[in-house]
């Protein structure tokens, strides 16, 4: 079977959580061909005029495509994915968080220094809100917030400019998630929260601990350092936290799956919205 071919399987779940066929107007592209020549697209990185005929016209397949990812369709096939996952008592509570970034594309390369941030790399620019474009030291980059589940199951993720510290980020990319089961609210929280050094702070500790989500977050250097002059009870990171900090990989995993897409890579004239889309599309299936 091809990599571009859904399976009956898979088209079995996903199929229903597309929009019907209107009874009126023109006859409609077929919904699995759109789905399937835009996996293709954002799989090679090809140009969208790029893509192979038996998809049908490529200006069809675009604006199909665009036009479900300014209403939310993908990110509604999403959460539809993850709701079958919970009810059917398959998603793993344990989560993890990280980042990845990506440099923006190379025709994004002749924008104004001004672009998404001054002279200092560490501050945010005046880039349009819905384009996640920053500067870091890396250039212009777009950065992925990630939260997986234990089987490295997509929870939440949000996309910022390059240059947004990985610890601010933590509240912001937790409070994305919303998991809705068979009845009642959707759930929001983890049972624990697996992070690197890179997010050890005492905010997010804090903000954790009033949320009652358990945390296996290591310290870095310097704060063991600093802990070791005052009085107060360590942070407790022994075997036990070790062995739990293990299953971290699981985010490391899944960021390939989502993130490492030839089409994710943002550039000035794609919003946020569709880079999202393709990063949802991927997690999805």
């Known amino acids: ?21 209107k009874a009126t107007g023109r006859p409609p592209v077929d919904r699995r061909t759109v789905v399937e020549a ?7 990185g090809a140009p969208w005029r790029d893509l192979p005929e038996r998809f049908g016209n490529w200006n069809t397949i675009y604006k199909n495509f665009d036009r479900w990812s300014k209403a939310g369709v993908w990110a509604r096939v999403l959460e539809q994915v993850q709701a079958m996952a919970h009810r059917g008592g398959d998603v793993d509570w344990v ?14 390369a002749t924008l104004p220094r001004d672009t998404g941030a001054r002279s200092n790399y560490k501050k945010f620019g005046d880039e349009p809100a819905d384009h996640a474009i920053g500067r870091s030291r890396g250039g212009l980059t777009t950065k992925s917030h990630l939260v997986a589940d234990g089987k490295g199951r997509v929870l939440a993720f949000i996309l910022t400019g390059g240059q947004a510290a990985d610890t601010t980020m933590l509240p912001d990319t937790l409070d994305e998630i919303r998991v809705a089961g068979a009845t009642g ?9 697996l992070a690197d050094k890179g997010y050890p702070s005492k905010a997010n500790r804090a903000w954790l601990r009033e949320r009652g989500i358990a945390t296996t977050i290591p310290e870095r250097d310097d704060q063991i350092a600093h802990r070791r002059k005052r009085s107060g009870r360590p942070i407790d990171f022994g075997d036990e936290q070790r062995q739990r900090y293990r299953g971290r990989n ?20 794609a919003p946020s919205c569709r880079v999202a889309s393709v990063l949802v599309s991927a997690a999805a299936a």
């Open 1 to 21: 079977m091809s990599r571009d071919v859904i399976s009956d399987e898979t088209w079995a779940v996903l199929g229903p959580l597309f929009p019907g066929v």
């Open 38 to 44: 835009a996996a293709w697209r954002f799989r090679t």
């Open 95 to 108: 989560a993890s968080i990280d980042s990845t970034i990506v440099r923006v594309h190379q025709h994004g």
């Open 185 to 193: 609210r959707p759930r929001k929280r983890p049972d624990r929260l």
């Open 250 to 269: 699981v985010v490391e995993r899944c960021k390939p799956q989502c993130c490492h897409t030839r089409g994710s890579v943002p550039s000035p004239s």
